[in-house]
Nanobody, 125 residues
Framework: QVQLVESGGGLVQTGGSLRLSCAAS????????MAWFRQAPGKEREFVAH???????????NYADAVKGRFTISRDAAQNTVILQMNSLKPEDTAVYFC???????????????WGQGTQVTVSS
């Protein structure tokens, strides 16, 4: 099992930026993906971005259409950390953001085995 701890959430105005971090510990793997999902009140959890942690795949990434061009996912392999840099934030980005780890290249929550507790991001208008 992988333990995931998110940090970096908070309150920001429209157009502002936040940087989320996800620190992984415990069992690590060299062939899988780490992802960010988010869940707004009353809505289902939705995919935001993922990044490969496979050495031979390189740091391949994928983004939801809603965040393309504004969010960037990256990894620090030495620190077992995944970063989500969020720029040009909008009120509709308000949600609890979750870090997840899994073995498949997927945008579905069911395909991720390990989850963090989440960090709140609030964007005021």
């Amino acid at each position: 099992q992988v333990q995931l701890v998110e940090s970096g959430g908070g309150l920001v105005q429209t157009g502002g930026s936040l940087r989320l971090s996800c620190a992984a510990s415990g069992r690590t793997f060299s062939n899988g993906f780490m992802a960010w999902f988010r869940q707004a009140p009353g809505k289902e959890r939705e995919f935001v971005a993922h990044i490969s942690v496979s050495y031979w795949r390189g740091a391949s990434t994928n983004y939801a259409d809603a965040v393309k061009g504004r969010f960037t996912i990256s990894r620090d392999a030495a620190q077992n950390t995944v970063i989500l840099q969020m720029n040009s934030l909008k009120p509709e980005d308000t949600a609890v953001y979750f870090c997840a780890a899994g073995r498949l290249r997927s945008t579905k929550t069911d395909d991720y085995d390990d989850w963090g507790q989440g960090t709140q991001v609030t964007v005021s208008s």
